[in-house]
Every structure is written in C-alpha cells, then in structure tokens.
C-alpha cells in the first residue's frame, strides 16, 4: 500500500500513545469488529432487514480519525457507519436495536442499518443516498464558523461517491469560505463492486487541488498513521486555513451489502488482507511491545463478546415499533 508524501503545512508532534490509548482504540476497533460479525449473522437469520453494509477491516479510519477531535466537533457519513457510530461512543444496545427494527432503536427502528443519528453525540448520519452527507458536511462545518464554536466537520464518504458532482460543489463552497471540514475519502478500493482503476481517474487525496485543497493519502490499515494524518489536519483545519483531504486506503472483507458476493475479486487477495494486514492485528503487537499483558488483551476480548450478546439480547427481546410511530417524526414545525 504506497502511502504519498504529505502536503500539509502542519505537524502534529503527537507524544508516543499510552497504554491507556491502546486499550481504548483496541476496544474500539474489536467492538466493531465483533458488532459487524453479529449483525452479519442477525441478517443471515432475517432478524435485520433492508440493507446491512458491514465494515470488517475498516476499524481503524473511524478510530484513528475521532481519536483526535473535541467535543464539540461534528461527524457525518454514508452508510457503512459502525465505524463512525461507536467512536462516537454510542450505545451497542441502542444500535443493535435499530438494526433489528425495534422501538429501542437509536431512531426508534425507523432508520435501520443506513439512517442512524445521534445529535448528542455530534453524529449526524449515517445516509443512503451516495455522497449526500458531502454537502450536509459543508453545511455543518458552516454551522461551527458561523458559532464560532471551534469545532469542525469531519465528512466521510468512499471512492464511489467521490465521483459524484455534489462533493466537488461542497469542496468549492468549503473552500471559497474557508470552512472548517475534514473531507475522508475511504477507499476501500471496490466501491460498490467496481474496482478503482477502471472507475476513477487519477488520485484521490489530489481531488481537491483545484480548490486549493490540500491533501494527503495514508495507509488505513494502520492505526497509528491514520491518528498521526488526522492530527495534522485538523491542526491544519483548526488554525483557519480551511478544508483538507485525506484519502485514507481501507479494505473491507465482506462484500459491499449483504447481497453481494464480492465475485470480482479474488479470495486470495482477501485473504492476503486478513492475514498480512489486518489492522487489529497490526496493532496487537504494538501493544504488546508497550508493556500491555496478553491477558489484558484476551479480557478485553471476553469484554466485547459479552458486550455484543448483550446488545444482541437487548434487541432481540425489544418490542416493534408502534405502527403510528410511522407519522412521527417527519417534521419539524417552525414559530408561526
């Protein structure tokens, strides 16, 4: 995975993590992990309808990047969004219960697997329309320079939707008004089923050269690249110079939905990521190297075991929503 030369003007000079860091970002990265496996599983067994796009390999973008934000910062993604939805810290419970379609759900069951939110903890999606949330990103990071709150928007989106015309009118707005948004492009290489090189020219990360966007490309596989090239960006965001792109090379194991039987790529390539680059186990000995105790490791792991049956549990023995909940929700009525 070639990782480009940086053309951010800014240094992080991140300290060395602690171990507290590395037990938090492994917890995180096996609870989405493990969570993605159940729900795989929920599907398979029709407890989760609709669509299910899971993000086995993928951890550490979401981890890596929201490691180094502030409260008050804002998220937005498409909808492969565990990742994103539990570095937020949100519920498991609440989200498997949305999952399943129940009345516990993060959005009462109404959302599902695509349509999650949780403004409280500055997650504002989870879309199903493909590079929809680029826009709606600009627009937040528009909200945090008008309120002057110090905050910025990170907005996710993948190689398919980085095609879409909408992203390059967000990224000109963004740019002409020095907003203050972290634009992410997650390649995992295939977007729905099309592999890069026959459906994108050129680089991603130089995407938004013509607006004077700087950018960057880094090896999503590795946690600890990603946090370091967030944290120039936003560094880089936070000090008023505006947008940034970060190209961040992911992989995902399972096909794009559940639907998908990801023919066109080869099992040896997949396998080659699971067993060369997984980025949790790329991690593994790094905290091993740190002082951390394989014991502290494995109790982790019966942790996030026990935190899935529990969220699967929870939703399972939820109720359906009421049918009336179906007019809720819809609007919202302004003073008159």
Not at 114 to 130: A, L, P, Q, S, T
Not at 143 to 151: E, L, N, T
Not at 173 to 190: D, I, Q, S
Not at 243 to 262: A, F, K, N, Q, V
Request: proline fraction near 5%; glycine fraction near 12%; aromatic fraction near 8%.
């Amino acid at each position: 995975m070639s990782v480009a030369p940086a053309t951010i003007g800014h240094n992080s000079k991140l300290p060395p993590p602690t171990r507290e860091q590395y037990l938090k970002w492994f917890r995180d990265m096996l609870l989405i992990r493990r969570f993605d496996e159940k729900a795989g599983q929920l599907y398979g067994m029709g407890l989760i309808g609709g669509f299910c796009h899971l993000a086995i390999g993928q951890e550490a973008v979401a981890v890596g990047v929201q490691s180094v934000l502030n409260p008050q910062d804002t998220v937005i993604t498409a909808y492969r969004a565990r990742g994103q939805i539990f570095a937020c810290g949100m519920d498991p419970r609440e989200i498997m219960a949305e999952l399943t379609g129940r009345a516990t759900g993060n959005a009462k069951g109404k959302g599902g697997s695509m349509h999650m939110f949780d403004r409280e903890k500055g997650f504002y999606g989870g879309h199903g329309i493909v590079g929809a949330q680029v826009p709606i990103g600009a627009g937040l990071a528009f909200s945090h320079k008008y309120k002057k709150d110090g905050g910025l928007c990170v907005t996710y989106f993948g190689d398919g939707a980085a095609n879409q015309g909408q992203v390059y009118e967000a990224m000109n707005m963004a740019a002409l008004w020095k907003l203050p948004c972290l634009f992410v492009v997650e390649n995992n290489h295939y977007a729905m089923g099309t592999s890069v090189e026959r459906s994108a020219a050129g680089e991603f990360f130089r995407r938004g050269e013509g607006f004077g966007i700087p950018g960057k490309r880094v090896d999503g596989m590795d946690i600890l690249a990603v946090r370091e090239a967030a944290a120039e960006a936003v560094t880089h965001i936070r000090a008023g110079n505006g947008p940034l792109l970060l190209e961040i090379e992911t992989y995902r194991y399972r096909g794009h939905s559940m639907s998908d039987p990801g023919k066109y790529r080869s099992k040896e390539e997949v396998e080659k990521y699971k067993t060369e680059l997984d980025p949790i186990e790329l991690l593994r000995p790094k905290m091993l190297a740190s002082g951390i105790k394989e014991d502290e490791i494995k109790a982790i792991e019966a942790e996030i075991k026990a935190v899935v049956q529990d969220a699967t549990d929870f939703a399972t023995q939820s109720p359906e929503p009421n049918p009336a909940e179906l007019w809720t929700d819809v609007l919202i009525e302004g003073d008159k």
